[in-house]
């Protein structure tokens, strides 16, 4: 099993920067995949972005290119996504995701991933 606790969400002004946490604990030798997905209120949670067991491969969403970095430092089990220029749209609850298959494709869908977090929710004001 794998525990995962986010932090760092707050309420923050268009064009601000924040920067989330995922502390990861438990059987985190096998964890692969690690990715953020977001939801929106009244809408569907959506993948925001992903990063490989080695770091060298990520992923992003179309939208937040340019503007979100997401990182992994395994020898303190912790990923972050850093956000910069945020926008209202980007308003959620932001979750935490851990997955234990090695896909050779960039797993961007929920099922793909087996541990979640609790979420932390970033509000943005415009």
């Known amino acids: 099993q794998v525990q995962l606790v986010e932090s760092g969400g707050g309420l923050v002004q268009a064009g601000d920067s924040l920067r989330v946490s995922c502390a990861a604990s438990g059987r985190t030798l096998s964890i692969a995949w690690m990715a953020w997905f977001r939801q929106a209120p009244g809408k569907e949670r959506e993948f925001v972005a992903a990063i490989s067991r080695t770091t060298t491969t990520t992923y992003y969403l179309d939208s937040v290119k340019g503007r979100f970095i997401i990182s992994r430092d395994n020898a303190k089990n912790t990923m972050y996504l850093q956000m910069s220029s945020l926008k209202p749209d980007d308003m959620g609850t932001y979750y935490c995701?851990?997955?234990?298959?090695?896909?050779?494709?960039?797993?961007?869908?929920?099922?793909?991933?087996?541990?979640w977090g609790q979420g932390t929710q970033v509000t943005v004001s415009s």
């Open positions: 995701a851990a997955g234990t298959h090695n896909y050779y494709h960039i797993p961007r869908l929920s099922p793909e991933y087996d541990y």
